[in-house]
Protein backbone atom coordinates (compact mmCIF):
# COMPACT_ATOMS: atom_id res chain seq x y z
CA UNK A 1 0.00 0.00 0.00
CA UNK A 2 1.98 3.38 -1.21
CA UNK A 3 0.74 6.02 1.28
CA UNK A 4 1.82 9.26 1.17
CA UNK A 5 5.49 9.58 1.44
CA UNK A 6 7.85 12.80 2.65
CA UNK A 7 11.06 13.15 2.43
CA UNK A 8 13.19 14.29 4.21
CA UNK A 9 12.07 13.28 7.41
CA UNK A 10 14.37 15.92 9.59
CA UNK A 11 16.19 19.00 8.29
CA UNK A 12 18.30 22.08 9.68
CA UNK A 13 18.39 24.92 8.17
CA UNK A 14 20.06 28.55 8.90
CA UNK A 15 18.06 31.69 8.59
CA UNK A 16 17.66 33.08 5.69
CA UNK A 17 17.59 29.73 3.42
CA UNK A 18 15.63 28.42 1.05
CA UNK A 19 13.88 24.66 2.22
CA UNK A 20 12.55 22.78 -0.86
CA UNK A 21 10.09 19.87 1.09
CA UNK A 22 8.66 16.96 -1.25
CA UNK A 23 5.74 14.85 -1.40
CA UNK A 24 4.53 11.53 -3.19
CA UNK A 25 0.82 11.33 -2.59
CA UNK A 26 -0.94 8.02 -1.80
CA UNK A 27 -1.84 5.88 -4.70
CA UNK A 28 -4.93 7.15 -6.75
CA UNK A 29 -5.26 10.70 -5.41
CA UNK A 30 -4.51 13.47 -7.21
CA UNK A 31 -4.94 16.30 -5.09
CA UNK A 32 -1.85 17.48 -2.28
CA UNK A 33 -2.20 19.81 0.61
CA UNK A 34 0.55 21.27 2.93
CA UNK A 35 -0.26 21.89 6.67
CA UNK A 36 2.05 23.42 9.24
CA UNK A 37 2.10 22.22 12.62
CA UNK A 38 3.97 23.89 15.63
CA UNK A 39 4.47 22.35 19.07
CA UNK A 40 1.53 21.59 20.95
CA UNK A 41 -0.98 23.22 17.81
CA UNK A 42 -3.31 21.68 15.63
CA UNK A 43 -2.26 21.41 11.58
CA UNK A 44 -1.93 24.77 9.72
CA UNK A 45 -3.25 24.73 5.90
CA UNK A 46 -0.87 26.16 3.86
CA UNK A 47 -2.24 25.31 0.44
CA UNK A 48 -3.54 22.68 -1.69
CA UNK A 49 -2.71 21.55 -5.24
CA UNK A 50 -4.73 20.11 -7.63
CA UNK A 51 -4.23 19.95 -11.49
CA UNK A 52 -0.72 20.99 -11.34
CA UNK A 53 -2.19 24.19 -9.58
CA UNK A 54 -2.09 25.90 -6.84
CA UNK A 55 -6.39 25.82 -5.79
CA UNK A 56 -6.44 27.26 -2.21
CA UNK A 57 -4.30 29.17 0.15
CA UNK A 58 -3.99 29.79 3.83
CA UNK A 59 -2.81 32.47 5.51
CA UNK A 60 0.50 32.06 4.69
CA UNK A 61 3.22 34.56 3.00
CA UNK A 62 4.60 34.53 -0.67
CA UNK A 63 7.82 33.28 0.82
CA UNK A 64 5.93 29.91 1.02
CA UNK A 65 5.30 28.16 -2.55
CA UNK A 66 4.98 24.77 -4.13
CA UNK A 67 4.32 23.02 -7.17
CA UNK A 68 2.55 19.82 -8.38
CA UNK A 69 4.04 17.83 -11.21
CA UNK A 70 2.16 15.68 -13.87
CA UNK A 71 2.60 12.46 -11.79
CA UNK A 72 0.71 14.17 -8.63
CA UNK A 73 4.09 14.65 -6.57
CA UNK A 74 4.28 17.93 -4.92
CA UNK A 75 6.67 20.33 -3.40
CA UNK A 76 6.73 23.17 -0.72
CA UNK A 77 9.39 25.78 -0.99
CA UNK A 78 9.91 27.76 1.73
CA UNK A 79 12.08 31.22 1.43
CA UNK A 80 14.13 33.21 3.50
CA UNK A 81 13.34 31.35 6.82
CA UNK A 82 12.78 32.75 10.28
CA UNK A 83 12.78 31.01 13.33
CA UNK A 84 9.32 30.85 13.75
CA UNK A 85 9.32 28.62 10.45
CA UNK A 86 10.38 25.88 12.53
CA UNK A 87 7.88 22.89 12.67
CA UNK A 88 6.11 19.85 11.09
CA UNK A 89 5.37 20.14 7.55
CA UNK A 90 2.70 17.44 6.57
CA UNK A 91 1.50 16.79 3.91
CA UNK A 92 -2.11 15.49 2.82
CA UNK A 93 -3.25 13.61 -0.18
CA UNK A 94 -6.67 12.64 -1.47
CA UNK A 95 -8.94 12.07 -4.31
CA UNK A 96 -10.16 15.58 -5.67
CA UNK A 97 -9.78 18.99 -3.90
CA UNK A 98 -12.94 19.12 -1.85
CA UNK A 99 -14.23 15.95 0.55
CA UNK A 100 -17.59 15.34 0.72
CA UNK A 101 -19.82 12.16 0.34
CA UNK A 102 -17.76 9.12 0.48
CA UNK A 103 -16.50 8.27 4.39
CA UNK A 104 -12.54 8.84 3.62
CA UNK A 105 -10.93 12.15 4.37
CA UNK A 106 -7.13 13.13 4.16
CA UNK A 107 -4.11 10.77 4.26
CA UNK A 108 -1.15 12.55 5.97
CA UNK A 109 2.26 11.89 5.35
CA UNK A 110 4.68 11.32 8.34
CA UNK A 111 6.32 14.56 8.01
CA UNK A 112 9.00 16.60 7.37
CA UNK A 113 10.68 18.18 11.00
CA UNK A 114 11.86 21.35 10.08
CA UNK A 115 14.05 23.20 12.27
CA UNK A 116 15.71 26.80 11.66
CA UNK A 117 18.61 27.65 13.74
CA UNK B 1 -11.06 35.07 10.29
CA UNK B 2 -13.01 31.39 10.68
CA UNK B 3 -11.34 29.63 13.69
CA UNK B 4 -12.19 25.75 14.97
CA UNK B 5 -11.86 25.51 18.38
CA UNK B 6 -11.72 22.47 20.61
CA UNK B 7 -12.24 22.34 24.56
CA UNK B 8 -10.76 20.80 26.73
CA UNK B 9 -7.24 21.31 25.49
CA UNK B 10 -5.84 18.71 27.91
CA UNK B 11 -8.03 15.71 29.77
CA UNK B 12 -6.39 13.30 31.78
CA UNK B 13 -8.74 10.32 32.52
CA UNK B 14 -8.74 7.01 34.51
CA UNK B 15 -8.94 3.94 31.79
CA UNK B 16 -12.30 2.90 31.81
CA UNK B 17 -13.86 6.35 32.55
CA UNK B 18 -15.41 8.06 29.86
CA UNK B 19 -14.19 11.06 27.48
CA UNK B 20 -15.36 13.96 25.37
CA UNK B 21 -14.20 16.46 23.49
CA UNK B 22 -16.12 19.46 21.82
CA UNK B 23 -15.45 21.30 18.40
CA UNK B 24 -16.50 24.40 18.27
CA UNK B 25 -16.60 26.78 14.64
CA UNK B 26 -17.18 30.58 14.30
CA UNK B 27 -18.89 29.83 11.01
CA UNK B 28 -21.72 27.23 9.47
CA UNK B 29 -19.31 24.41 7.89
CA UNK B 30 -20.07 22.22 4.64
CA UNK B 31 -18.55 19.10 6.57
CA UNK B 32 -16.52 17.66 9.47
CA UNK B 33 -13.64 15.82 10.06
CA UNK B 34 -12.28 13.72 12.99
CA UNK B 35 -8.69 12.82 13.11
CA UNK B 36 -6.16 11.10 16.00
CA UNK B 37 -2.78 11.90 16.34
CA UNK B 38 -0.18 9.57 18.34
CA UNK B 39 2.52 11.17 20.25
CA UNK B 40 5.27 11.58 17.45
CA UNK B 41 3.16 10.48 15.00
CA UNK B 42 1.03 12.17 12.14
CA UNK B 43 -2.79 12.93 11.94
CA UNK B 44 -5.11 9.75 10.59
CA UNK B 45 -8.63 10.17 9.08
CA UNK B 46 -11.39 8.40 11.77
CA UNK B 47 -14.51 9.78 10.35
CA UNK B 48 -16.41 11.97 8.50
CA UNK B 49 -20.03 13.84 9.28
CA UNK B 50 -21.90 15.76 6.72
CA UNK B 51 -25.58 15.90 7.43
CA UNK B 52 -27.45 18.34 10.06
CA UNK B 53 -27.62 16.37 13.08
CA UNK B 54 -25.51 13.39 12.14
CA UNK B 55 -24.40 11.03 14.46
CA UNK B 56 -21.87 7.96 13.74
CA UNK B 57 -20.46 5.71 15.77
CA UNK B 58 -16.98 3.52 15.84
CA UNK B 59 -17.20 0.96 18.61
CA UNK B 60 -16.80 2.70 21.32
CA UNK B 61 -16.60 6.17 19.93
CA UNK B 62 -19.70 8.23 18.96
CA UNK B 63 -19.22 11.42 16.56
CA UNK B 64 -22.16 13.88 16.22
CA UNK B 65 -22.85 16.86 13.73
CA UNK B 66 -24.62 19.97 15.49
CA UNK B 67 -28.02 21.07 14.16
CA UNK B 68 -26.53 24.61 12.93
CA UNK B 69 -23.50 22.45 11.28
CA UNK B 70 -20.90 24.44 13.47
CA UNK B 71 -20.23 22.58 16.25
CA UNK B 72 -19.16 18.38 17.01
CA UNK B 73 -18.54 16.37 19.37
CA UNK B 74 -16.31 12.81 19.83
CA UNK B 75 -17.39 10.74 22.77
CA UNK B 76 -15.22 7.62 24.32
CA UNK B 77 -16.61 5.37 25.49
CA UNK B 78 -14.53 3.19 28.67
CA UNK B 79 -11.27 4.71 27.33
CA UNK B 80 -8.36 2.38 27.07
CA UNK B 81 -4.51 3.10 26.96
CA UNK B 82 -4.45 2.65 22.90
CA UNK B 83 -6.85 6.28 23.16
CA UNK B 84 -4.05 8.10 23.84
CA UNK B 85 -3.03 11.00 21.47
CA UNK B 86 -4.84 14.12 20.30
CA UNK B 87 -7.87 14.46 18.60
CA UNK B 88 -8.35 17.12 15.76
CA UNK B 89 -11.43 18.00 14.38
CA UNK B 90 -11.69 19.84 10.80
CA UNK B 91 -14.24 22.00 9.26
CA UNK B 92 -15.08 21.48 5.70
CA UNK B 93 -15.79 25.94 4.65
CA UNK B 94 -16.39 26.67 1.06
CA UNK B 95 -17.04 30.38 2.39
CA UNK B 96 -14.93 31.59 -0.07
CA UNK B 97 -12.57 28.63 -1.02
CA UNK B 98 -12.84 25.16 -0.05
CA UNK B 99 -10.19 24.20 2.66
CA UNK B 100 -10.14 22.52 6.06
CA UNK B 101 -9.45 23.88 9.37
CA UNK B 102 -8.15 22.31 11.98
CA UNK B 103 -9.11 22.28 15.48
CA UNK B 104 -6.69 23.36 18.37
CA UNK B 105 -7.09 19.93 19.66
CA UNK B 106 -7.72 17.92 22.87
CA UNK B 107 -4.59 15.88 24.24
CA UNK B 108 -6.18 12.88 26.03
CA UNK B 109 -3.87 11.24 28.50
CA UNK B 110 -5.49 7.57 29.96
CA UNK B 111 -4.05 6.54 33.41
CA UNK B 112 -3.68 3.04 33.48
Known amino acids: DAGVTQSPTHLIKTRGQQVTLRCSPK?????VSWYQQALGQGPQFIFQYYEEEERQRGNFPDRFSGHQFPNYSSELNVNALLLGDSALYLCASSLGPFILGANYGYTFGSGTRLTVV | GQQVMQIPQYQHVQEGEDFTTYCNSS?????IQWYKQRPGGHPVFLIQLVKSGEVKKQKRLTFQFGEAKKNSSLHITATQTTDVGTYFCAGGTTSGTYKYIFGTGTRLKVLA
Open chain 2, 27 to 31: TTLSN
Open chain 1, 27 to 31: SGHDT
